[in-house]
């Protein structure tokens, strides 16, 4: 393996057997084999190449079933690939899937030394960091209880705990941050940033894309297990909602347009608060809109509008300068532009398109309709809550005596 690379992937391709009819007895399999009947499979990677560097952070994003999570056990050597081959430099330390490793009749005291057991580290050595695994882990006095009665949280706490503590050269981590609580997330993030500070090497795989990107030197798509890009966070997570995006919408996601053209919008643009082009929702949740327009002729009163509309076509908010009472006096052919600022503290996380529109203060007439103009994305609402908006909510209480 080249020096200063962590892990090597060569070629690696990973097929699974898939039983005829789901069925794999052995009458079954004794008929097939004298019946001569080829096994169906089900390729979940195909030819991977993919070379990690020493203390390098990369992260995996792709949509359910792209072949994430069998990359990564063929990785930490738990599945073998069918072709091609894997070498890693260094302790390897994994949390894969909730509960991997441990044993349910077994407490959580039991799995951690067997944990530590199963990854060469005596027995004295984990009695020194046991106090920090529980503390870390949150799980208390459950500790001493067989791990088949835990929570999802409580699995994948201590799991996660076992695997950081134990001072791995690579850590592989599959969707921890999907279980558990705010704090324990926030818990998950430090270490992981403490751990890629510290040199080692981390393999993360999240659908958490903010925090996925904030951790990540480096970020490769999976599609259909296959590496369709690798890049710097921010254009492999600008590219991945594009496709998101585009499936969303059917492949529908072009620009339509129709009016009496006597004016006409000539471009739109969402920017950051600096004022550069963006596809992000800026820090500040707010979206700011250039919109810059012509006119064959002079029109008073115009009425410059937009809507937005989530990844399901649903318009989730419009509004327009007469609405908001901006009196526009009149347009002709110098043209100019329209800035709209929109507080998007409200919107849910996910992707949304843009339409503009001009038209005339009786509404009578439309001079210019674009349909899919902008699209954008939110990586995570401003404050959790169920739904695609979030409304103001007041909460009273009286709390009847006896």
């Excluded at 510290?198 to 590496?227: E, F, M, N, V, W």
């Excluded at 998101?244 to 643009?269: D, F, K, M, N, P």
């Amino acid at each position: 393996m080249k020096p200063g690379i962590a892990i090597s992937i060569e070629h690696v391709t990973k097929r699974f057997p898939l039983s005829a009819l789901g069925s794999s007895s052995l009458k079954h399999l004794v008929l097939d084999t004298f019946r001569r009947r080829k096994a169906k499979t089900f390729q979940a990677l195909t030819d991977v190449c993919l070379e990690v560097k020493q203390g390098e952070s990369l992260g995996i994003i792709g949509r359910n079933g792209a072949g994430k999570s069998t990359l990564l056990s063929v990785i930490a050597g738990t599945i073998v690939p069918t072709e091609g081959r894997v070498e890693a430099s260094g302790k390897i330390s994994s949390l894969l899937e909730l509960g991997a490793g441990f044993h349910p009749d077994l407490t959580g005291r039991e799995n951690v030394f067997l944990y530590g057991a199963i990854m060469g580290i005596p027995r004295a050595e984990m009695r020194r960091r046991f106090d920090d695994i529980v503390d870390f882990a949150g799980i208390g006095e459950f500790i001493d209880q067989p791990v088949r009665f835990y929570s999802s949280g409580m699995y994948v706490r201590l799991g996660f705990s076992v695997a950081v503590q134990i001072d791995p050269d690579i850590l592989l981590v599959d969707e921890v941050l999907a279980v558990g609580d705010v704090d324990f997330q926030r818990r998950c993030l430090k270490r992981m940033n403490e751990f890629r500070k510290s040199g080692k090497t981390l393999i993360l795989i999240s659908h958490d894309l903010g925090a996925i990107q904030s951790i990540s030197d480096r970020i490769a798509i999976l599609d259909h297990g296959t590496i369709t890009n690798v890049g710097g966070p921010v254009d492999m997570v600008d590219a991945y909602h594009g496709t998101l995006l585009a499936a969303a919408t059917g492949g529908a996601a072009s620009t339509t347009e129709w009016g009496s053209r006597e004016a006409l919008i000539t471009g739109v643009a969402m920017l950051d608060a600096a004022g550069a082009p963006t596809k992000r929702l800026p820090d500040d949740r707010i979206i700011r809109i250039e919109v810059t327009f012509t006119s064959t002729r002079r029109i008073e009163n115009p009425v410059f509008g937009f809507g937005i509309a989530n990844a399901e076509r649903g318009v989730v908010f419009g509004s327009n300068t007469q609405l908001e009472r901006y009196d526009i006096p009149a347009i002709d052919e110098r043209g100019g532009r329209v800035r709209f600022e929109i507080d998007a503290s409200a919107l849910q996380a996910g992707n949304y398109q843009m339409s503009f529109s001009l038209h005339s203060a009786d509404h009578q007439t439309n001079y210019h309709r674009l349909d899919n103009a902008l699209s954008f994305y939110i990586d995570r609402p401003a404050r959790g809550f169920d739904g695609i908006a979030a409304l103001p909510v007041k909460v009273e209480t009286h709390i009847f005596q006896k």
